[in-house]
């Protein structure tokens, strides 16, 4: 129980540093032959979430895909390291099919408020011992605030107070005309979304240095066709929001290897022939 309470400590006390001063983190210094390992909790099926001004009409469903992001997102993330050619890669497995449904609290607390719970701590230690890493990361989904807020009803409410919630990644749609007429009205939109988050942790003793995410942004799928039933969006529909999902997907990897230093923040400048003119 000592030796729990004082990982945990060591944990928040990590992490209450770096949101108090994210700037002037301490950068860590990996030397060659580090070893890492990958833990992939990413689901493979999509979400949609369907918001309407008819409270009755909002449904979240999720749908088997052929997408491939964990493993797509797992080979990104291994290449970008491979290139570094400094790091020893470890794949680690986890044998429990639930692992997703039981973390799922656990995923959500790390990504929003960077705390993790005793439990989860200690089975992260425990890989790092068992499959001898210096370096855990983590790569899950989670529920958390998005960049969509509730539709305004008065001049008092204030929409930045109640963000929609969104689970995983995959399509959120909206529709905010009343009474669901006037289809040809812009009342409407589908847009891609991914609360995909990469969390990076040093071992002996586990310690959380970082946790990428992307910067959603309200860009609608110009081309995407309203079928009469929402809530049975057929694939051809759900599959363009596969670009954009790849996309943020591709940011958290970004934004999680460069805020833990396992890549430089900057890419390195390529030598340019004398007399070429500086970049306006």
């Avoid at 290139?83 to 995923?107: C, G, P």
Wanted: charged share 20%.
């Amino acid at each position: 129980m000592i030796r729990r309470m004082g990982l945990v400590f060591m944990i928040l006390i990590s992490m209450y540093a770096c949101a108090a001063a994210p700037d002037k983190r301490p950068k860590i210094t990996f030397s060659p032959g580090t070893r890492i390992g990958l833990v992939n909790m990413l689901e493979s099926y999509a979400t949609h979430t369907h918001f309407s001004s008819m409270s009755t009409e909002r449904f979240t469903k999720t749908y088997d895909v052929d997408w491939k992001m964990p493993t797509d997102v797992e080979d990104k993330l291994m290449k970008l390291l491979q290139n570094e050619q400094r790091y020893r890669l470890i794949a680690i497995r986890h044998t429990e099919s639930s692992d997703f449904v039981q973390h799922a609290k656990d995923f959500s607390d790390l990504a929003n408020s960077g705390t993790i719970t005793p439990g989860f701590a200690d089975k992260l230690e425990r890989l790092a011992e068992a499959s001898n890493v210096d370096v855990i990361i983590l790569i899950y989904s989670y529920n958390g605030p998005s960049i969509f807020t509730y539709n305004a009803p008065s001049a008092q409410y204030n929409p930045a107070k109640a963000p929609i919630w969104l689970q995983g990644y995959g399509l959120f749609s909206r529709w905010l005309n009343p009474a669901n007429l006037l289809r040809w009205l812009p009342f409407r939109g589908a847009y891609p979304y991914a609360h995909i988050a990469v969390s990076v942790f040093t071992s002996q003793p586990l310690t959380w240095i970082a946790t990428g995410k992307p910067k959603l942004t309200a860009t609608s799928i110009s081309a995407f066709d309203w079928p009469d039933s929402v809530k049975n969006l057929p694939l051809t529909e759900l599959n363009k929001a596969r670009p954009g999902v790849d996309r943020y997907a591709d940011q958290a990897i970004q934004n999680a290897l460069q805020q833990s230093n396992l890549l430089p923040s900057k890419p390195p400048s390529v030598p340019q022939p004398p007399g070429t003119p500086p970049p306006r």
